[in-house]
């Protein structure tokens, strides 16, 4: 009897499930969230990248929107942005309801070349803050201001500040315009209810009093404006923005009044001594004093017009080194600079030897810059 032949299985292949899902795609609030940072670092090819993501899945998404004109405006593609603006507002047919303030704000910006649009589109961004702003006090209680209202109120200010300034622009014709002087005082006015005691909405009004030919009132506005900050400490979030305070030592030297220029200027070096504007201002002032001190008896406040020259120098060659480093955008800065260290060199002053002035910027000035500012008078 022969050996029995085993039967043979076949195998069947065993199919598993893939239960692993497929990775899921990143949500909008994240891609919005890794655009906006990465507008902040600066990428802004990247953060386009992350914007077209976005909108190729939601092509009307305002926020994304924003974001794509925010880097056209960075890289120079103005002609895009505005565009890319003007679909977020009417009569746009995709624009969101309400649209977004900062739009026409941005939108403003872009039509220098058209006050009356830029003044337009101003008018258009305050309505629609100022109806946020009305909604959350009803909203809550009024006297429970948070930084959202107090960021709702700076901007409706700055644009209403900003439309001042295309009325007195004297490159526009609004300037000659019989309503022009109104206008501006009623603009102004509003600032100070909307946000009492403004800073920039003060020195802006002050600004409005010297074209008035009104320079003692423009005194007691700047005073009013200073004196709210000038004790702060540098780290004391109360403190105007350096380019306020800046706007505000330029007014001072309209005004002839250098001490308290000086003043601001030193509490702006303390909190960057790299900001090219500073050193730019506080060499004028002292080239203007240097001036005063020369037409007089050769002294500004018993100090030989000499060393106010030299300051001036070393301040504005900090300025010039500073502004070729940094590749500063602002031409007409180091183009007053050259011309101002010009005529000092013709008076004889030229240029400190390398680490002379080192930890001994102002010279004899140095009590005045180091005083308490309460001891300035405006006068």
């Keep these: 009897m022969g050996r029995t032949r085993p039967k043979t299985r076949k195998l069947k292949r065993v199919v598993t499930e893939n239960t692993s899902e497929p990775p899921q795609a990143p949500s909008i609030p994240a891609l919005l969230e890794k655009a906006q940072t990465l507008i902040a670092q600066c990428n802004y090819e990247l953060a386009e990248r992350f914007v077209g993501r976005i909108l190729e899945r939601e092509p009307r998404n305002a926020e994304a929107k924003e974001i794509l004109g925010i880097v056209q405006l960075e890289t120079g593609e103005l002609d ?58 009803r909203a809550v209680d009024p006297a429970g201001i948070n930084d959202d209202d107090a960021e709702l109120k700076q901007n409706i200010v700055r644009a209403l500040i900003a439309m001042v300034e295309i009325w007195m622009d004297p490159e526009y014709d609004l300037c000659f315009d019989p309503a022009v002087e109104k206008n501006c005082e009623d603009l102004l006015n509003l600032a ?108 500004f406040n018993d100090v030989a017009w000499e060393q106010l020259a030299k300051d001036s120098r070393d301040c504005l060659d900090t300025c010039q080194m500073l502004h070729l480093n940094q590749d500063h955008p602002d031409k007409p800065i180091l183009e007053h600079v050259n011309e101002l260290i010009a005529k000092l060199e013709a008076l004889g002053i030229h240029a400190s030897p390398e680490g002379e002035d080192d930890g001994d910027e102002g010279g004899e000035w140095e009590d005045v810059e180091g005083s308490d500012d309460s001891d300035v008078e405006m006068s």
């Design 80 to 137: 895009s942005a505005k565009q890319t603006f003007e679909s977020l507002v009417p009569p746009n047919p995709d624009a969101p309801n309400p649209p977004p303030a900062s739009a026409y704000l941005y939108l403003a910006q872009l039509s220098d070349e058209d006050p009356q649009q830029a003044l337009q589109y101003y008018q258009s961004a305050v309505d629609l803050l100022t109806g946020q702003l009305k909604g959350k006090e």
């Design 192 to 299: 100070q209810q909307i946000d009492p005691g403004n800073t920039e909405a003060l020195q802006s009004l002050a600004s409005v009093r010297m074209s008035q030919q009104r320079p003692e009132e423009a005194k007691q506005i700047l005073e009013q404006a200073w004196v709210k900050w000038k004790d702060l400490e540098l780290d004391d979030a109360r403190l105007p923005s350096i380019p306020t305070r800046l706007g505000l030592v330029k007014l001072f030297l309209e005004l002839e009044l250098y001490e308290p220029a000086l003043l601001v200027i030193s509490g702006v070096m303390a909190s960057d001594d790299q900001e090219v504007e500073a050193w730019y201002l506080e060499g004028w002032c002292f080239f203007m004093m240097t001036e005063q001190a020369r037409e007089h008896d050769g002294t």
